[in-house]
Every structure is written in C-alpha cells, then in structure tokens.
C-alpha cells in the first residue's frame, strides 16, 4: 500500500476504536475501593464552576500547560517537512493530545465523567481509554521515528514492525477489555507493560551507536532517556513516600505525584525541542 493508503486506513481504524470505546463503556467496573462522589470531593481540593466541579485545578493546569507544549513541539517538527522529523511530529502531537485527554479526567473532569449522578464512583471513562489509545499511537510513531533517526535502513525492521504490530494488537486488547469489563485489559499497568520496554530498547540502540560513531545525535538521546528515567523514578518515589497527601492535609498544598511528573516532562519536552531537534535537522 502506498504512503496514502496506510494514512486512510489509519483514520478509519483509529475511528473505529475510539467509537467502539465510548459505545462499550465499562460502567461496571467502579474504583477500588469503592468510594462515594461526596466522600471523593472530601479528598481533594475543586472549584465549582456553575453546575460543573472541577477537581484539583493547579493539577489541571500544569497537564493542560504540558499538553499544549508538548502539541507545539509536535507541530514544530512537522514544520520541518522532512520524513524523519515528520514521525517525531506525528509521534509528539499525539503524546500531547494523549496529555489533555488524561487530564479532562483524572484531572480537570475527572468527578463529573466518573462520580456525578452516580452511587459509586467508576474506574473509568471514555477520556482516559481514549488517552491509552492515543498515547499508544504516539509510542508506537516514536518507533518508527528512532528507527528512521539512528539506524542504517536494513537494521529498521525490527523496530517497525514492532511499531505496526503493536498499533493493531494493542488496540484490541484495549477495545476487547472495555467490551468485557476487565479491568486489566484496560489499566495503565498493561500499557506500561507493553510499551515501556520500548524506551530501553530505544536507550540501548542509541548507547550501541553511539559507542561505534561517537556522533552527537545519540549521544544527546542517551541522555533524553536517561531523564525519562529520572522523570518517571521522581513520579514513583514521590508517590509511595506519600508527600501528597503531607503535603495537602499539613500546609493545604496540592502538589501531586502526577504534578511532579508532568512538570518534569514539560522539562524534557524542552530539553528534545532545544536539543534534539536542531539534530535532527540536520539528517
């Protein structure tokens, strides 16, 4: 199929997904442990806006802030009109797109699409099965793009056909989940595990080239992975040492583990925009 065909057909399949995934609603899973919409208000801090709540505002704001940028950088590759920035910018519109759905609901939203005129408050929402969607797409485009960056054409294969094997699998888990109600199929956790292993794949390839060309272009990605290390480390020591709920019921400060990761991502966002994009320029 040509370049154009692969497009249409992606829309369509992309189309489909997301329609099947606000049509199978799984409004039966709940959160765990179940938790009353009153009782969740009574946690965290909200603005009510008419007859709209909104929660956590700052948190709002800061994945808004990092979903707008993160867009920008996207647009900005693409700019470039080059096949190889084309995919980062592919890649990194949809990582921001990623970013304001996830934040619509577990943020900004997240008690009007999951508590409001409910007994219990749901595990979930059309916001966020789309948001693992999409951010699947933006892995997978970020294969195909390292792949195009740093590697001769005849080693590319098996990085792109994880890429296009996985863009066609992993939405059907997604969709097959929410259609049966299993809440594994369609937790973060299962993401995570099937795309996650892909940024060590992508540190050791640059690690490999870089030892055998000492170019400037991998060694900048190592260290981009190397912050994306330290960026999803920070999220988790700062989760399970539980400075949120210190910090909110000690100083009424709402500074979230979700906060700190996506200001540190806004962070990396630049730190690709001012070094790694000048390189890849120049490809």
């Known amino acids: 199929m ?43 801090p909200y603005w009510t806006i008419g007859n709209i709540i909104l929660i956590v505002p700052s948190s709002t704001f800061f994945v808004y802030l990092l979903g707008i940028i993160t867009i920008l950088l996207g647009i900005s590759f693409l700019k470039l009109k080059k096949e190889v920035t084309n995919w980062w910018g592919i890649s990194i519109v949809f990582w921001g797109l ?56 005849g080693k590319q294969k098996p990085l792109l056909y994880y890429a296009l094997v996985s ?26 595990i099937f795309f996650m292993p892909l940024f060590v794949v992508f540190f050791v390839y640059s690690i490999i080239n870089y030892r055998k060309q000492k170019d400037e272009l991998n060694k900048t990605l190592i260290i981009a992975w190397i912050l994306f290390l330290i960026v999803n480390v920070s999220y988790y020591v700062y989760f399970y040492l539980g400075f949120t709920e210190l910090l909110y019921d000690n100083l009424g400060i709402w500074f979230s583990a979700n906060d700190v990761l996506h200001v540190l991502l806004i962070l990396w966002m630049i730190y690709i925009w001012v070094k790694v994009k000048p390189l890849l320029r120049e490809i």
Not at 122 to 150: D, G, M, N, P, Q
Not at 167 to 192: H, Q
């Open 167 to 192: 863009t066609i699998i992993y939405p059907i888990i997604l969709v097959l989940g929410s259609i049966l109600e299993i809440r594994f199929l369609i937790s973060y956790e299962l993401f995570t």
């Open 2 to 44: 040509s370049k154009k065909q692969y497009s249409i057909v992606f829309v369509i399949f992309s189309v489909l997904v997301l329609y099947l995934l606000g049509v199978f609603i799984p409004d039966n899973l709940l959160l765990e442990p179940h938790i009353i919409p009153s009782e969740y208000l009574s946690n965290i």
């Open 98 to 153: 990623g970013a304001i759905l996830a934040g619509t609901s577990y943020q900004g939203l997240g008690y009007e699409l999951k508590c409001s005129g409910e007994t219990y408050c749901l595990f979930t929402s059309w916001f966020e099965l789309s948001y693992l969607y999409v951010t699947a797409v933006s892995i997978t485009t970020l294969a195909v793009a390292i792949a195009k960056s740093i590697l001769p054409k």
